[in-house]
């Protein structure tokens, strides 16, 4: 998963791959059938992880917009962790010329942003929001968000700057009125 998260789908070759597995060729494509397959289950592994440590973000925040800030936040502290890959393995990981695997990867993240906006659309029901409030683009815009702090933290950003950034952003929440 590190192989592809740091390197990129186009950027890791086979011999990385079994490289880092400590394995031989044949016994990649005997267990995965190819670095395709390999890959998708690398991001799977990665989504998995995410979802259980971001879902409760979302569920248990009072409102939706602690919901959207506490995700934010926390997203800022992983994509800079010192022992993982900066960012967000299937925002950066993913550029490729397939067009098969980059459809499935679109899928992956437009679940993403429906998870956000189910999030957003609970606030609307709940009052939180006012009447009329576009709810898929508030979603689009924090999605766009959260694409923008991995790649700033992919390129260096220290925590306290993408933290800056999330605030920043959580200063466009719309009001109820």
């Known amino acids: 998963m590190d192989v592809f998260w740091r390197q990129g789908y186009e950027g890791t070759s086979i011999a990385d791959l079994t490289r880092a597995m400590r394995i031989n060729p044949p016994s990649l494509y005997a267990a995965f059938g190819d670095k395709e397959h390999l890959y998708l289950e690398?991001?799977?592994?990665?989504?998995?992880?995410?979802?259980?440590?971001?879902?409760?973000?979302?569920?248990?925040?009072?409102?939706a917009r602690e919901a959207i800030a506490r995700l934010l936040h926390e997203a800022?502290?992983?994509?800079?962790q010192a022992d993982a890959p900066r960012g967000c393995m299937l925002t950066l990981s993913t550029a490729c010329a397939d067009t098969a695997l980059h459809s499935?990867?679109?899928?992956?993240?437009?679940i993403a942003k429906k998870t956000l906006k189910a999030r957003i659309?609970?606030?609307?029901?709940?009052?939180?929001?006012?009447?009329?409030?576009?709810?898929?683009?508030?979603?689009?815009?924090?999605?766009?968000?959260?694409?923008?702090?991995?790649?700033?933290?992919?390129?260096?950003?220290?925590?306290?700057?993408?933290?800056?950034?999330?605030?920043?952003a959580m200063r466009a929440w719309p009001g109820t009125k």
């Open 42 to 63: 690398a991001i799977e592994r990665y989504q998995q992880g995410r979802r259980d440590e971001l879902a409760p973000l979302l569920d248990e925040a009072p409102t």
């Open 121 to 168: 659309d609970r606030g609307l029901r709940d009052g939180e929001l006012a009447r009329g409030t576009d709810t898929d683009a508030l979603a689009d815009f924090y999605t766009t968000v959260l694409k923008g702090l991995a790649l700033h933290a992919r390129d260096g950003a220290s925590r306290r700057s993408l933290l800056a950034t999330a605030d920043a």
């Open 76 to 80: 800022a502290r992983l994509y800079a």
């Open 104 to 110: 499935e990867l679109a899928k992956r993240r437009a």
